[in-house]
Every structure is written in structure tokens, then in C-alpha cells.
């Protein structure tokens, strides 16, 4: 489990994104690997929306990740204090679909295997999303069998 605090600025967004990556590469799943290329865009969308969409002046947001090795899932949890609720681009709520922006949760959509949002304890809201990795190969050396 991996879980910091970051500013609520771009810059913000980033460091949360490359320290998700270097935590991924601890867990096995190496910088430029498919997982972890997936798992770090999804930190970047959602990083973005909380800074972007999701930012109170003066509360910082929440990065959680977490990684089931035997299911091969990664999930990735971004918690704010914004009390609005985040939708897809295109829908009737969020306004035309051939806006310039509002993306991020369709790409989300797109490579991650569930997405959601959840209250949270206090103000504001988590939104996460499960990402599926591949499960690497026990670490652990293989004794043979004697006799």
C-alpha cells in the first residue's frame, strides 16, 4: 500500500504520478511496461481531475494505491475535499461531447477493468479505479524435490 498527500497543483499531479510509477517499479511491474504505463496514466487523469476540477483552496488531495499480486489488480484511489461529483464527457449533465476537454474519465473508462466514486469520510469524495495487471511469477527460489 502507498498512500501521500500532495498540493493541489500541477505540480502536485506530477509528483504523484511519478512517485506512483516508482512505486509500481518496487512492486515489480517495471517503468515502460504495460502495467505500469496503465496504472501511471490512470494516477495522471485522476490527479488532473482533482487539481483541476476537484481543488479547494488550502486542502491538499490523497493518493492511495494498492496491489493485490494474487488477483493482479492495482487499485488507485484519489480522494478531494471538492463536494461535486465527477461524470463522463457527453453525457446531458457534462455538457456536449465535442467539448475540448473533460476526457479524462473516458480514458479511464477505457483501460481500467472498474472504475467508481465513493464518499469519503469528511468533505469530498474518492475516486478510484482497479487496474489489471499480470500476475508475475513467485520471486521465491523453487527448492526441489529430494529423493
Not at 501521500?4 to 499531479?13: I, L, M, N, V, Y
Not at 467539448?99 to 465513493?118: H, I, S, T, Y
Amino acid at each position: 500500500m502507498f498512500v501521500q498527500r500532495f498540493s493541489a497543483t500541477r505540480r502536485g499531479a506530477r509528483l504523484a504520478r511519478r512517485l506512483a510509477a516508482h512505486h509500481l517499479d518496487l512492486w515489480h511491474l517495471p517503468y515502460g511496461g504495460t502495467a505500469s504505463d496503465t496504472v501511471t496514466l490512470v494516477v495522471a487523469e485522476l490527479a488532473a481531475n482533482a487539481v483541476l476540477h476537484g481543488r479547494v483552496p488550502g486542502r491538499d488531495f490523497e493518493l492511495r494505491l494498492g496491489y493485490d499480486r494474487s488477483a493482479g489488480v492495482v487499485r488507485v484511489e484519489v480522494s478531494d475535499t471538492h463536494p461535486g461529483r465527477p461524470g463522463l464527457c457527453g453525457t446531458a449533465a457534462r455538457g456536449p461531447a465535442d467539448a475540448e476537454g473533460g476526457r479524462g474519465l473516458l480514458v479511464v473508462a477505457a483501460v481500467a477493468a472498474r472504475w467508481g466514486v465513493d464518499d469519503r469520510l469528511g468533505p469530498g469524495k474518492t475516486v478510484w479505479a482497479e487496474c489489471a495487471v499480470p500476475v508475475p511469477p513467485d520471486p521465491r527460489p523453487v527448492c526441489p524435490l529430494r529423493g
